[in-house]
């Protein structure tokens, strides 16, 4: 049975039926509802919830939890993400897997509440200090809020990475029917990394600390070696009516939905355009882009933002297709009509 | 001949990197034997800090963590949070407990977490080569204080303990130092205490340790003592500054 809540509720949802064991937030709109619903949610299932004093704070409560094996996240928006950037590059390092949400609004600075879509370059570039990516996944209904939560965990644990969720205010807003189709998970087992006392073992230590000659280097390495296993595993993309496709464009999240309605206006006037969805920003569906821009595809990015995932798409079409863009930040919103005089202009 | 003295199990074989005459060392130990004596090696869970005691995790013999630079109660909360059975404990310098850890450091104790703080104040930034901590005395000569700390430009030193002492979240806070032999039996005390309170789910507790750093004082180890004894124990007296776990 279906049933009609917002998309940051949804979200809530799938991270406890993964068997999420504390939530650490901080207030900032628009992702409100998580911190509401989770202080009511967890303390009744007789899980963790705690309201830090900061940002910073709750991120390095992720951290704590995370390095005794406990499933935990933390949400934001997106200046309070800049602030979790310093708990993240340590995960990172650390290797600790974790769920860090970003309900994106608009920035730079204090922005406004809306949502938007400018963090993308935060997200899959680093966004914190040292070499390291983060897994990225991208949802872009109240549904996929609560699959990708779900899934998340097991993301971050096969990986030992934390995992972000990039979604935006207006998905994390906007009242959909989600059907909560799976099963209650469990806190994941003990590894050989987790911190529980050291009773019948040696002392572990979780450390990113790393001052003699070449273990550093040696760390980096194994790292770049563990992104290049999830690059080659962990692409996920929608298509959408790309088969015969002469435009196609990429959008995620948001952008994608109003990019959808667009595509089938153009259909109606004969012009074959289709969707590119990157359900997982990174690891980025460079491949699937490339084979399409060998036909000889064009390409339009559509996003809340001045252009930020069209550097990635240009990167995977790599000269061989015109990419060409088409956004907003700051509030406003890309509508169908917008794209769709786009696609015509592209067509001529 | 009987051997009646050994080194703590809690403490691993590793040599100290800390600095000739430096208080980490005799810290450590007090740590490690109050850990051994309540039997808590195997259900403790520490968290190292950033500063001179960031290699903790190499002399400590139970399990350690790395925490950025003053969250280390943050950190602590995430672990005693989601494992209330294990023995949680920060070991923090003056800089990353009352600068940049000031935020952390208040909120944990405000909300009465059940952890430990072990908190060494040697009124100096000492593995970054001396600069100017909260801690700084007035008139103190530091890397960034050429013409000693003045108050008109930079403040004055933080009390620490009673500023938290106003938090009704805080259970056991004592001031205890480290420069004579009858201090480090009355700093062991406390930080047995510190831990007892944990133990007994009466909430935060903390002891702040004073300590000498004679490389960045530009001291001899003797003179870094007989200062911390004249001098840094007049703007710090020692004591307990607050008490509740009888209440």
């Known amino acids: 049975m279906k049933k009609l809540i917002k998309g940051n509720i949804a979200l809530c949802e799938g991270a406890i039926a993964a068997g999420l064991h504390a939530y650490f937030g901080y207030p900032i709109t628009p992702q409100n509802e998580i911190p509401a619903y989770m202080s009511k949610k967890m303390v009744e299932l007789k899980r963790v919830f705690v309201q830090a004093e900061s940002e910073i704070a709750a991120a390095n409560m992720v951290l704590g939890a995370a390095v005794t094996g406990k499933r935990a996240m933390t949400s934001s928006s997106s200046p309070g993400i800049s602030l979790k950037q310093e708990a993240i590059s340590y995960m990172a390092g650390l290797q600790l897997p974790s769920l860090i949400v970003n309900v994106q609004r608009g920035g730079p600075g204090l922005g406004n509440i809306s949502g938007s879509q400018s963090d993308y370059f935060q997200a899959v570039k680093g966004g914190g200090h040292g070499d390291y990516r983060l897994i990225v996944l991208s949802p872009n209904s109240a549904q996929e809020m609560y699959e990708f939560a779900y899934d998340s965990f097991d993301l971050a644990e096969k990986y030992r990475s934390p995992v972000m969720i990039l979604t935006d205010g207006i998905i994390g807003q906007m009242m959909e029917p989600v059907e909560f189709n799976k099963s209650e998970k469990k806190d994941f087992n003990d590894k050989n990394w987790v911190l529980t006392g050291c009773k019948g073992r040696q002392p572990r230590s979780v450390q990113s600390l790393l001052m003699k000659d070449g273990v550093l280097e040696k760390h980096n390495i194994n790292l770049q070696e563990k992104y290049k296993i999830i690059a080659k595993n962990e692409v996920k993309y929608e298509t959408f009516m790309t088969d015969d496709a002469e435009i196609i464009i990429t959008a995620y999240g948001i952008s994608s939905r109003i990019a959808k309605s667009a595509i089938k206006l153009a259909r109606k006037e004969g012009i074959k355009a289709g969707l590119l969805r990157p359900k997982t920003l990174w690891p980025f569906p460079s491949q699937i882009i490339d084979s399409l821009a060998k036909k000889g595809t064009k390409f339009l990015s559509v996003e809340l933002s001045h252009g930020q995932m069209i550097e990635d798409v240009k990167l995977a079409v790599n000269g061989k297709a015109p990419v060409e863009f088409l956004g907003k930040a700051g509030g406003g919103i890309v509508t169908e009509q917008e794209i769709l005089v786009k696609i015509k202009e592209m067509a001529k | 001949m009987e051997k009646i003295l050994s080194k703590p199990e809690s403490l691993k074989d590793s ?43 190499d002399y400590f013999n139970f399990d350690t963590t790395e925490a950025p630079h003053g969250r280390p109660p943050a950190v602590a909360t995430g672990i005693k949070r989601t494992n209330p059975d294990k023995f949680v404990f920060t070991y923090q310098g003056d800089g990353d407990i009352a600068a940049i850890g000031m935020a952390e450091t208040i909120h944990a104790a405000n909300r009465g977490e059940n952890i430990t703080i072990i908190f060494v104040n040697n009124a100096n930034y000492g593995m970054t080569g001396g600069q100017m901590a909260p801690t700084t005395l007035i008139g103190q000569v530091t890397e960034t204080t050429p013409f000693g700390r003045d108050p008109k430009r930079e403040g004055y030193p933080i009390h620490l303990c009673e500023l938290l002492a106003t938090l009704e979240g805080t259970t056991y806070l004592e001031r205890v130092s480290i420069y ?32 000498n750093c004679p490389v960045d004082w530009g001291m001899t180890p003797l003179d870094s003592i007989k200062w911390t004894e004249e001098t840094f124990i007049k703007t710090f007296p020692l004591g307990v500054i607050k008490d509740k776990t009888n209440v």
Request: charged fraction near 20%; aromatic fraction near 6%; charge should be positive.
């Open chain 2, 180 to 211: 004579n032999p009858q201090n480090i039996i009355k700093a062991k005390k406390a930080i047995k205490k510190a831990f007892q309170c944990q133990l007994d789910g009466k909430g935060f507790s903390l002891v702040e340790v004073i300590s």
């Open chain 2, 15 to 57: 040599v100290l990197s800390y600095c000739p005459g430096c208080g980490h060392g005799i810290i450590h130990r007090l740590v490690a034997e109050c850990v051994d004596e309540l039997n808590l090696r195997e259900k403790t869970i520490a968290v190292a800090p950033v500063g001179c005691a960031v290699f903790a995790y």
